[in-house]
C-alpha cells in the first residue's frame, strides 16, 4: 500500500523559479491537504481540498496555488519560488480516517 | 489566542518515568481530538484518537477535558524510543480543517 507519496523529496531553487510539488494519494479519501513546517513554527495550512475541482486557502496561502483536477491528485504550484519559502512540505489525506502524511518535500530557495 | 497550544518543552523524561502534558484548544466547538508522533525530518504518524471517555494503548493514556478545552497524554515507563515530538490535533468545529499545535519534545534520558 503506497497511502500518500510525494515528488520531488528534495529540491534547489534559485529566487524566482517555478516548481510543481505533487502529491498522490490511493486510499480515495475526499480530503487533502498541503502543510508547511519551519522550525518554531509547527506544522501551516496551505491550501486544503474538500473533494476533486474544490479548493480552498489555509493558514498561509500567499505565493502558492493549487489544483485538484483528479481526486487522487492534490498539487502545489510556487509561481515565483522566494527564500521565505524554504521549508518542508507534507501532503496529508483524510477520509474518515485521521490524517495520512507522505514522507515530505524537502525545499530550498537560494 | 491560538487554536491549538502546547508547551515545546523540551521534556528530559528518565527512562522508566512518566511524564504528561497538555494542548489547550480554543474552539469550543472542535469535535476531533488525535495525537501524532513526529521523529525528526519525518512525517507526523498517527499515534491516537482522544475520545471523550478517554482511551489507553499500551502505556499511553490520551483524556479530553470539554469544560477546560484541553486534551492531555500520558506516557508511562518511559522508553528511549519515546523520544519524539508529540503534537496535538484539533479537527476544529468539525469541518476536517485540522489545526495543529507546535508539539511537545520529548527526550528520554537513559
Given at each position: 500500500n ?7 523529496k ?5 529566487t524566482g523559479?517555478?516548481m ?10 475526499e480530503?487533502?491537504y ?16 474538500v ?12 505565493g ?10 492534490f ?5 515565483s519560488?522566494a527564500?521565505s519559502?524554504t521549508?518542508?512540505?507534507?501532503c ?9 502524511f ?9 | ?8 518543552g ?5 527512562e522508566?518515568?512518566?511524564?504528561a ?24 504518524k ?17 483524556q ?31 469541518n ?10 520529548v527526550?528520554?534520558?537513559p
Open positions: 503506497a497511502g500518500v507519496t510525494q515528488t520531488p528534495f529540491r534547489v531553487l534559485k523559479q517555478s510543481t510539488l505533487l502529491c498522490a494519494q490511493d486510499m480515495n479519501h480530503y487533502m498541503w502543510y508547511r513546517q519551519d522550525p518554531g513554527m509547527g506544522l501551516r495550512l496551505i491550501h486544503y481540498s473533494g476533486e475541482g474544490t479548493t480552498a486557502k489555509g493558514e498561509v496561502p500567499d502558492y496555488n493549487v489544483s485538484r483536477l483528479k481526486k487522487q491528485n498539487l502545489l504550484g510556487l509561481e519560488a527564500p519559502q521549508s518542508v512540505y507534507f496529508a489525506s483524510k477520509g474518515d480516517s485521521p490524517l495520512h507522505g514522507n515530505g518535500t524537502r525545499l530550498t530557495v537560494t | 489566542r491560538k487554536e491549538v497550544e502546547q508547551d515545546p523540551p521534556f528530559n523524561v528518565p522508566g518515568a512518566t511524564v502534558f497538555n494542548c489547550t484548544y480554543s474552539n469550543s466547538a472542535s469535535q476531533s481530538f488525535f495525537w501524532y508522533r513526529q521523529d525528526c525530518r519525518k512525517e507526523p498517527l499515534l491516537m484518537s482522544v475520545y471523550s471517555s478517554g482511551n489507553e494503548d499500551g502505556r499511553f493514556t490520551a479530553l477535558n470539554r469544560a477546560s478545552q484541553y486534551i492531555s497524554l500520558l506516557i508511562r515507563d518511559s522508553k528511549l524510543s519515546d523520544s519524539a515530538t508529540y503534537l496535538c490535533v484539533v479537527d476544529l468545529a468539525g476536517n480543517r485540522l489545526a495543529f499545535g507546535k508539539g511537545n519534545q527526550v528520554v534520558i
